[in-house]
């Protein structure tokens, strides 16, 4: 269908197209082939990469630069804003002899064009009436267009959608990909199994070619150890499947590192002994630092009208008022922490630590480490000396591990 | 040390890792480093030696306060790379192009550029020139980023980074490093799970804090090489300090250091503190001196020996740690504790393999040391170990007494016999022979009781315990344990103590005209209540100047406030504001509201 679009060489085509679909649906294999295969001139750029506009518009004069001729030119063009990179432009493309073909200028992951000066989405859009000349823009992205429409107006884009692909074509695609050793129903077989274990959590290509290529070699064994040939399949499901089930709980998880996993996969030793990453929750930290995170937490989550209650010996009742039982429904935990001032916190801690606590300057230094290390953090400005508030920012478990 | 065994395996894994770019991943180490920050540039610095040395020149470290952004962060980047390039080759005499950040592109193809010069370089050199570090390095050497403090970095930053990275991953071999503070699930939720795919992560975690701790305390107090140390209570407050607040190794280290500086400084007799060669020199106290030295020797060989005992009973009655174990001992005569005689009291009821291993362990401690008069504990020991070799073989003849009583109680009897019968195995088995094993242990325990109650005197029975101990823990205390509320409370209280004017030596309660102005308005806010009306405290103030003056003073102007005084009150109630003592009160007009009751 886009070469529909495309049309002839010589001809004008739309002057952009807005590609969209979800990760890896196929945006940018289907451009990169198709522009390689018809031998159209382009210039690919990954927005992510060049994050400055600067940067962005002189790397497509020098891939211009280079794109049909056969020698290497690095000479470094300068170019500023998009008033220069018109006129460069057009200079580039009269010098390259372009003048009668379509140039494609491919812009991949373009949702970073919105981050950047707010003239360059639209100038891009517009780019084949500005300069003049037979090009056509093609921005690939995640994320609707509905998102990336300037305030200001623009040339609205031809827009694509590339659908998910179902689980047939994801089993198509996979096959192909089988080495040369083994046939192309054994490898069919496998990618079944494969799929049937994992579709559930996952229709990432990459994900799955990834998973496909590091489990494979396990799914040989027993061919290769010549238990079973290649037909047996109910053996070789017997022997997969278990190893599979333990592959989502780990390497898709990015618990374990792939290289890790290989290396069990050879040594067929226990998986108990290699702890993942979520195993190491636990964090050490120094006795009265534990009573402040606690303090913390208790001064974030509980209203200030209960802290005379919790925290003195002689306390009143605290008389439910309308107001308290419009809210109460509403638990404190879901809402998230509230912040509180630096005095709350301290008149927490000398009430909950047994013996007595000098307010010596390490407290106090104990509290801004602890916001380094992101479990408290800091509401309101660096400057503003006689009120610091913080904010707890760990979750229950983690003060119930911490308490212990 | 410590660091080498935690990245030996990171180094044999960076060999590994130039396969992995098939998968398009780019390995990355996750560091769990521990809560102690201040430690963490140690690490780091003593990874980079290990890493050039025997791996890469190519080192870039990256904080998250200078990189706000991904554009900072690919300057800094590509400015700690080609100063390591420029470094590695300046001893060649070659001459380099000075970079200059504005003209390069901060960009990863300029990255990628510059990295393929470099490698071609030195590729196209070395057989040309001799470079011994070239051997140690490979074709193309990987470039290894390290994020220093990975929590403080924002994710977009470190997503755009990974992002662009796994790009070129083929043409730039990176490798990254992760300094996690914290624990790993920082990882998960600083990055989403498609730039995390990108990333072959594998977790090292290096010591925890209390090991160091006891490394440290091992090589700096227990070696009899050292003639300083510390005094028990010293020591308890170094150590409360490292694991009440904060789990600074370097904290405790300069702490250390303060010590070393007070005993010398305050303490006269600290002169004689030195090695045993330079005591020879001073006739009249070298015998005692040398005692001092023997004393310490056996001291440490006998601690260890009790640590070793101690280690493997259960619920640890002396404490888990050797450090533990010497404050113990420091303090007061250990054998009279209730700790020790619990614990001499498990020791009488372990099994024989345990007891085996630790009479092993005990031999090796005592012929690694250096004191000659352990030969003969040795020799008892050893003994001791061959007695329960011997033992086995007579395992067998003790089965045959209690199978007999067995089959006395199945015989049919009535009522009154079997009491009886009952009885006389209760009596019998009070006096029951103990078994050789039994006996053994016993006299190994004894033996290693009289051990403890000869070497392990506590130092203050010593004489001239005080060349070498230091042990005025509150002087440490002070300066350690910083308390700024009460060093300003006091300083504003009685300026006696810090400005040293004969002048301003007053009683409490009294206040002197000829103090700091801001000593006098400190004294006259202590007095009132919580909301302080400004008119009154400046006419206060300015009875207490003026009675400086004296009698002499003209009664029209004590009328009126001078402007010089309304002056300096003014100041001086600005500076307690900016200390925090008092504040503007928005309750009333003219008023401010006092901000700390009490003493402090």
């Given at each position: 269908m886009l070469l529909s679009i495309f049309g002839e060489r010589q001809q004008f085509s739309f002057p952009?197209?807005?590609?969209?679909?979800?990760?890896?649906?196929?945006?940018?294999?289907?451009?990169?082939?198709?522009?390689?295969?018809?031998?159209?001139?382009?210039?690919?750029?990954?927005?992510?990469?060049?994050?400055t506009s600067r940067l962005l518009l002189e790397e497509i004069l020098m891939q211009l630069q280079s794109c049909c001729s056969e020698t290497e030119q690095t000479s470094h063009v300068h170019c500023d804003t998009f008033n220069d990179f018109v006129?460069?432009?057009?200079?580039?493309?009269?010098?390259?002899?372009?003048?009668?073909?379509?140039?494609?200028?491919?812009?991949?992951?373009?949702?970073?064009?919105?981050?950047?000066?707010?003239?360059?989405?639209?100038?891009?859009?517009?780019l084949q009436e500005l300069t003049d000349?037979?090009?056509?823009?093609?921005?690939?992205?995640?994320?609707?267009?509905?998102?990336?429409?300037?305030?200001?107006?623009?040339?609205?884009?031809?827009?694509?959608?590339?659908?998910?692909?179902?689980?047939?074509?994801?089993?198509?695609?996979?096959?192909?990909?089988?080495?040369?050793?083994?046939?192309?129903?054994?490898?069919?077989?496998?990618?079944?199994?494969?799929?049937?274990?994992?579709?559930?959590?996952?229709?990432?290509?990459?994900?799955?070619?990834?998973?496909?290529?590091?489990?494979?070699?396990?799914?040989?064994?027993p061919v290769v150890r010549g238990e079973a040939n290649e037909r047996d399949t109910r053996k070789l499901w017997k022997n997969i499947e278990p190893h599979l089930k333990k592959a989502m709980h780990t390497v898709y998880l990015r618990e374990i590192s792939s290289s890790q996993w290989e290396r069990l996969q050879r040594d067929d030793g226990e998986p108990g002994q290699l702890k993942g990453l979520?195993?190491?929750?636990?964090?050490?930290?120094?006795?009265?630092?534990?009573?402040?995170?606690?303090?913390?937490?208790?001064?974030?989550?509980?209203?200030?009208?209960?802290?005379?209650?919790?925290f003195l010996k002689h306390h009143g009742k605290i008389r439910k008022t309308n107001f308290m039982k419009k809210h109460e429904k509403t638990s404190n935990h879901l809402l998230g922490p509230k912040p509180f001032p630096l005095d709350r916190l301290l008149a927490i801690l000398y009430s909950i630590v047994d013996n007595r606590v000098a307010p010596t300057a390490n407290i106090f230094s104990q509290i801004t480490s602890l916001v380094t290390l992101q479990l408290l953090s800091m509401v309101g400005h660096n400057d503003q000396l006689d009120g610091p508030r913080y904010k707890c920012t760990v979750s229950l478990d983690f003060i119930r591990a911490v308490a212990r | 040390s410590f660091l080498r065994r935690s990245h030996s395996e990171f180094q044999e894994k960076t060999t590994e890792w130039t396969c992995r770019m098939k998968s398009k991943e780019i390995p990355t180490a996750a560091l769990v480093l521990g809560v102690n920050v201040t430690d963490h540039d140690l690490t780091f610095r003593s990874l980079s030696e290990v890493l050039q040395n025997n791996i890469t020149p190519y080192i870039a470290f990256l904080e998250a306060k200078d990189c706000p952004g991904v554009k900072k962060l690919m300057q800094k980047l590509m400015g700690q790379l080609m100063n390591c390039y420029?470094?590695?080759?300046?001893?060649?005499?070659?001459?380099?192009?000075?970079?200059?950040?504005?003209?390069?592109?901060?960009?990863?193809?300029?990255?990628?550029?510059?990295?393929?010069?470099?490698?071609?370089?030195?590729?196209?050199e070395t057989p040309s020139k001799k470079r011994t570090s070239s051997s140690r390095h490979w074709q193309s050497p990987p470039v290894v980023v390290v994020f220093k403090d990975m929590e403080s970095f924002s994710t977009k930053v470190l997503q755009d980074f990974i992002v662009i990275s796994s790009q070129h991953i083929h043409e730039l071999p990176l490798?990254?490093?992760?300094?996690?503070?914290?624990?790993?699930?920082?990882?998960?939720?600083?990055?989403?799970?498609?730039?995390?795919?990108?990333?072959?992560?594998?977790?090292?975690?290096?010591?925890?804090?209390?090991?160091?701790?006891?490394?440290?305390?091992?090589?700096?107090?227990?070696?009899?090489?050292?003639?300083?140390?510390?005094?028990?209570?010293?020591?308890?407050?170094?150590?409360?300090?490292?694991?009440?607040?904060?789990?600074s190794v370097q904290n405790f280290v300069k702490g250390f250091q303060l010590c070393i500086v007070e005993h010398f400084c305050s303490q006269p007799v600290s002169v004689l503190c030195c090695q045993l060669v330079d005591a020879k020199k001073r006739e009249t106290t070298q015998k005692l001196l040398e005692d001092l030295h023997v004393y310490h020797e056996n001291y440490l060989s006998v601690l260890r020996c009790l640590h070793v005992f101690t280690s493997f009973l259960p619920k640890y009655p002396l404490g888990k740690q050797i450090r533990e174990l010497h404050c113990a001992c420091l303090e007061n005569q250990v054998w009279e504790t209730e700790e020790y005689e619990s614990s001499l009291q498990l020791a009488r009821m372990l099994n024989k393999s345990d007891l085996v291993t630790m009479l092993q362990q005990c031999v090796e401690i005592f012929v690694s040391s250096s004191g000659k008069e352990f030969d003969n504990t040795v020799e008892k020991l050893k003994e001791f170990l061959t007695q329960f070799q011997k033992l086995e073989a007579e395992a067998f003849q003790e089965q045959d007494v209690s199978v007999s009583s067995q089959k006395e109680l199945q015989k049919k009897t009535d009522l009154y016999h079997l009491q009886k019968t009952l009885l006389e195995l209760k009596e019998s088995r009070r006096y029951k022979k103990l078994t050789k094993f039994e006996m053994l242990r016993f006299d190994v325990v004894d033996y290693i009781d009289s051990l403890v109650r000869n070497y392990l005197v506590p130092a203050n029975h010593k004489t001239l315990h005080e060349i070498a101990y230091f042990n005025t823990a509150s002087v440490l205390r002070e300066h350690l344990n910083a308390a700024p509320r009460i060093a300003l409370h006091t300083a504003l209280n009685n300026p006696y103590r810090y400005l040293k004017n004969q002048e301003l030596k007053s009683d409490e309660g009294s206040i002197s005209n000829k103090a700091p102005d801001i000593c006098i308005v400190y004294k006259l806010h202590l007095e009132c209540g919580r909301l302080i009306n400004l008119v009154d405290w400046l006419e206060a103030f300015s009875t207490v100047v003026m009675a400086a003056e004296g009698p002499n003073a003209d009664a029209a102007s004590s009328d009126q406030v001078d402007d010089i005084i309304h002056a300096r009150f003014i100041r001086a109630v600005s500076e307690l504001e900016l200390l925090g003592f008092i504040k503007p009160s928005k309750q009333k007009t003219d008023h401010v509201a006092r901000l700390t009751w009490g003493g402090c």
């Amino acid at each position: 269908m886009l070469l529909s679009i495309f049309g002839e060489r010589q001809q004008f085509s739309f002057p952009s197209i807005f590609i969209y679909g979800h990760t890896s649906s196929g945006k940018t294999y289907v451009m990169q082939t198709l522009l390689n295969t018809l031998q159209l001139p382009h210039v690919f750029v990954n927005c992510v990469e060049y994050f400055t506009s600067r940067l962005l518009l002189e790397e497509i004069l020098m891939q211009l630069q280079s794109c049909c001729s056969e020698t290497e030119q690095t000479s470094h063009v300068h170019c500023d804003t998009f008033n220069d990179f018109v006129r460069l432009f057009k200079q580039a493309v009269v010098s390259e002899e372009l003048e009668d073909q379509t140039l494609y200028i491919v812009l991949d992951r373009a949702e970073q064009l919105r981050e950047m000066e707010a003239n360059i989405l639209p100038a891009f859009l517009r780019l084949q009436e500005l300069t003049d000349r037979n090009v056509t823009v093609v921005l690939l992205s995640e994320i609707v267009w509905e998102l990336f429409r300037p305030n200001t107006g623009c040339f609205e884009p031809f827009t694509l959608y590339f659908p998910d692909y179902s689980i047939g074509h994801l089993q198509k695609i996979l096959s192909q990909n089988h080495p040369p050793e083994y046939s192309v129903d054994f490898y069919a077989a496998y990618i079944n199994i494969l799929l049937g274990v994992f579709y559930m959590v996952c229709r990432d290509l990459k994900e799955l070619q990834h998973l496909a290529a590091l489990n494979f070699s396990k799914y040989c064994e027993p061919v290769v150890r010549g238990e079973a040939n290649e037909r047996d399949t109910r053996k070789l499901w017997k022997n997969i499947e278990p190893h599979l089930k333990k592959a989502m709980h780990t390497v898709y998880l990015r618990e374990i590192s792939s290289s890790q996993w290989e290396r069990l996969q050879r040594d067929d030793g226990e998986p108990g002994q290699l702890k993942g990453l979520s195993a190491h929750t636990h964090v050490e930290l120094p006795y009265y630092s534990k009573f402040l995170l606690i303090a913390a937490y208790l001064a974030s989550y509980n209203p200030v009208r209960t802290d005379k209650r919790f925290f003195l010996k002689h306390h009143g009742k605290i008389r439910k008022t309308n107001f308290m039982k419009k809210h109460e429904k509403t638990s404190n935990h879901l809402l998230g922490p509230k912040p509180f001032p630096l005095d709350r916190l301290l008149a927490i801690l000398y009430s909950i630590v047994d013996n007595r606590v000098a307010p010596t300057a390490n407290i106090f230094s104990q509290i801004t480490s602890l916001v380094t290390l992101q479990l408290l953090s800091m509401v309101g400005h660096n400057d503003q000396l006689d009120g610091p508030r913080y904010k707890c920012t760990v979750s229950l478990d983690f003060i119930r591990a911490v308490a212990r | 040390s410590f660091l080498r065994r935690s990245h030996s395996e990171f180094q044999e894994k960076t060999t590994e890792w130039t396969c992995r770019m098939k998968s398009k991943e780019i390995p990355t180490a996750a560091l769990v480093l521990g809560v102690n920050v201040t430690d963490h540039d140690l690490t780091f610095r003593s990874l980079s030696e290990v890493l050039q040395n025997n791996i890469t020149p190519y080192i870039a470290f990256l904080e998250a306060k200078d990189c706000p952004g991904v554009k900072k962060l690919m300057q800094k980047l590509m400015g700690q790379l080609m100063n390591c390039y420029v470094d590695v080759d300046s001893s060649e005499d070659e001459d380099y192009v000075q970079v200059s950040h504005n003209r390069i592109r901060c960009s990863m193809t300029s990255l990628i550029n510059w990295y393929e010069s470099v490698t071609k370089k030195t590729d196209s050199e070395t057989p040309s020139k001799k470079r011994t570090s070239s051997s140690r390095h490979w074709q193309s050497p990987p470039v290894v980023v390290v994020f220093k403090d990975m929590e403080s970095f924002s994710t977009k930053v470190l997503q755009d980074f990974i992002v662009i990275s796994s790009q070129h991953i083929h043409e730039l071999p990176l490798v990254l490093i992760f300094g996690i503070a914290t624990s790993p699930m920082i990882i998960h939720s600083l990055l989403p799970h498609s730039v995390s795919s990108l990333l072959c992560i594998e977790l090292f975690q290096s010591l925890s804090c209390k090991d160091h701790l006891s490394t440290i305390i091992d090589k700096l107090l227990l070696r009899a090489s050292f003639p300083f140390k510390l005094g028990e209570k010293v020591l308890q407050v170094l150590i409360n300090i490292f694991l009440y607040h904060d789990f600074s190794v370097q904290n405790f280290v300069k702490g250390f250091q303060l010590c070393i500086v007070e005993h010398f400084c305050s303490q006269p007799v600290s002169v004689l503190c030195c090695q045993l060669v330079d005591a020879k020199k001073r006739e009249t106290t070298q015998k005692l001196l040398e005692d001092l030295h023997v004393y310490h020797e056996n001291y440490l060989s006998v601690l260890r020996c009790l640590h070793v005992f101690t280690s493997f009973l259960p619920k640890y009655p002396l404490g888990k740690q050797i450090r533990e174990l010497h404050c113990a001992c420091l303090e007061n005569q250990v054998w009279e504790t209730e700790e020790y005689e619990s614990s001499l009291q498990l020791a009488r009821m372990l099994n024989k393999s345990d007891l085996v291993t630790m009479l092993q362990q005990c031999v090796e401690i005592f012929v690694s040391s250096s004191g000659k008069e352990f030969d003969n504990t040795v020799e008892k020991l050893k003994e001791f170990l061959t007695q329960f070799q011997k033992l086995e073989a007579e395992a067998f003849q003790e089965q045959d007494v209690s199978v007999s009583s067995q089959k006395e109680l199945q015989k049919k009897t009535d009522l009154y016999h079997l009491q009886k019968t009952l009885l006389e195995l209760k009596e019998s088995r009070r006096y029951k022979k103990l078994t050789k094993f039994e006996m053994l242990r016993f006299d190994v325990v004894d033996y290693i009781d009289s051990l403890v109650r000869n070497y392990l005197v506590p130092a203050n029975h010593k004489t001239l315990h005080e060349i070498a101990y230091f042990n005025t823990a509150s002087v440490l205390r002070e300066h350690l344990n910083a308390a700024p509320r009460i060093a300003l409370h006091t300083a504003l209280n009685n300026p006696y103590r810090y400005l040293k004017n004969q002048e301003l030596k007053s009683d409490e309660g009294s206040i002197s005209n000829k103090a700091p102005d801001i000593c006098i308005v400190y004294k006259l806010h202590l007095e009132c209540g919580r909301l302080i009306n400004l008119v009154d405290w400046l006419e206060a103030f300015s009875t207490v100047v003026m009675a400086a003056e004296g009698p002499n003073a003209d009664a029209a102007s004590s009328d009126q406030v001078d402007d010089i005084i309304h002056a300096r009150f003014i100041r001086a109630v600005s500076e307690l504001e900016l200390l925090g003592f008092i504040k503007p009160s928005k309750q009333k007009t003219d008023h401010v509201a006092r901000l700390t009751w009490g003493g402090c």
